[in-house]
């Protein structure tokens, strides 16, 4: 697919993803969506993409079941449906996808489609921020800086924001205190 060690062949990619799709391997099912929901190499299909994540969630890939999710709650591909995106955020969390852990905590913290819920919510952020997602620190931070569901504690919160701003979330570098000149 990217040419790295032998000449680029989407064509060729594309038949080896549906050979390892067909043989039951999910990641290749979702690296097929991947491609059809961006349009590379093929025209963009994003029915055709929110098939190949439901299989590949389905077959155990987490980071299908978060692009899933994303369609669903959006309604692209796919019927509008925020609870089922939940359940698929949650299925991809509890597979490792970082990122789906924050955005599932927003919905937790929102209080829609799931019920409200400050406390998981921040537990959530924190397991989103261990592991590696600029968001779900950020979103961390604010729920410190605010004391929702948690003790209110500023300087966790500007550590929060100072990680997040590091791994690139330029809202939280905004939060960060700037020293007088």
């Known amino acids: 697919m990217e040419g790295r060690g032998v000449t680029k062949d989407v064509a060729r990619a594309m038949a080896l993803f549906q050979q390892a799709c067909d043989g039951g391997f999910g990641r290749a099912c ?27 969630c389905e077959g155990g890939d987490a980071r299908s079941c978060s692009f899933l999710g994303g369609m669903v709650y959006e309604g692209r591909g796919a019927a509008k449906d925020e609870a089922l995106a939940a359940t698929l955020y949650q299925r991809a969390c509890d597979g490792g ?11 937790y913290g929102l209080g829609s489609p799931v019920a409200r819920d400050q406390v998981r919510a921040v537990s959530l952020f924190q397991r989103a921020c261990d592991g590696g997602s600029a968001m779900g620190c950020f979103d961390l931070g604010v729920m410190y800086a605010s004391g929702s569901g948690v003790v209110k504690d500023e300087a966790r919160a500007a550590a929060l924001y100072k990680k997040a701003c590091d791994g690139g979330d330029a809202e939280a570098c905004g939060k960060l205190k700037k020293p007088p000149e």
Do not use: H, P, T, W
């Open 97 to 107: 996808e970082a990122g789906s852990c924050a955005i599932l905590g927003q919905m």
């Open 30 to 56: 979702g690296s097929l969506g991947f491609i059809y929901a961006n349009g590379r190499g093929v025209a963009k299909d994003e029915a055709r993409a929110a098939v190949l994540f439901k299989q590949a």
